[in-house]
């Protein structure tokens, strides 16, 4: 099975721009999940998506964004840009299966804002 | 409030010697609890968990990890590092909320094997 896909693997943008990162979760896969990774603040929770809804949302400005599309793929946006916002942005995937759910991640994005 | 503590930013270790990075929970339920790892410019892979059952949990890469309950405690180990295990190590709990679960990372330790 191949595992989850995150597409673009680096990017650079400058403040005030907005960016849209894919994330492909393994086939199957019904959750997806969001985190900024950075030095100073470690994994933080983006959002959940699980069939096209949002269920569960993390301590983020309305500047970031996400969707997930009928075939379980998800996107994130974020809009105006801000220096800050450069980090690995981590996207998970996992098969809700109850007590048995693990998270499989993505090997991320790096975003880079000047 | 469900968290995770690593209470160790680095660890060194020759390489040979047995390995262990600490990790404690708080949660309110049945703690759920995994352990994730990182490498340089990668994503994170999943190691173990712990959901019931035995204490002893074995995973990959030759990693175990023991669950105590009493201390509230799930330590990663390994008993022969290897300078290829070196890498950034997160402790997780996974607390359902609602419907859903959500997961809880720890801050990361970074662990360095050293030849």
């Known amino acids: 099975k191949a595992g989850v896909t995150q597409t673009p693997r680096y990017l650079i943008k400058t403040r005030g721009q907005q960016v849209t990162l894919s994330c492909s979760p393994i086939s199957g896969h019904r959750s997806v999940s969001w985190y900024q990774q950075t030095p100073g603040q470690g994994l933080q929770f983006l959002f959940e998506y699980f069939s096209e809804t949002q269920r569960n949302k993390g301590n983020f400005p309305g500047r970031f964004s996400g969707r997930q599309f009928s075939n379980s793929r998800s996107e994130m946006n974020v809009s105006t840009l801000e220096l800050g916002d450069s980090a690995l942005y981590l996207c998970a995937s996992s098969l809700v299966v109850g007590p048995e759910e693990t998270q499989y991640f993505g090997p991320g994005t790096r975003l880079l804002v000047l | 409030a469900q968290s995770v503590a690593q209470p160790e930013d680095q660890v060194n270790v020759a390489e040979g010697n047995p390995l262990t990075v600490k990790c404690t929970y708080s949660?309110?339920?049945?703690?759920?609890l995994f352990w994730y790892v990182q490498y340089p410019n990668r994503g994170l892979q999943f190691l173990l968990k712990?959901?019931?059952?035995?204490?002893l949990v074995k995973g990959s890469y030759g990693f175990e990890a023991e669950f105590n309950k009493s201390q509230t405690s799930f330590h990663l180990k390994k008993p022969s590092a290897l300078v290829s295990d070196s890498a950034l190590y997160f402790c997780a709990v996974r607390d359902q909320v609602g419907n859903f679960n959500k997961f809880y990372f720890g801050s990361g330790t970074k662990l360095n094997v050293k030849p």
């Open positions: 949660v309110s339920g049945n703690p759920y």
């Open positions: 712990y959901i019931t059952g035995d204490n």
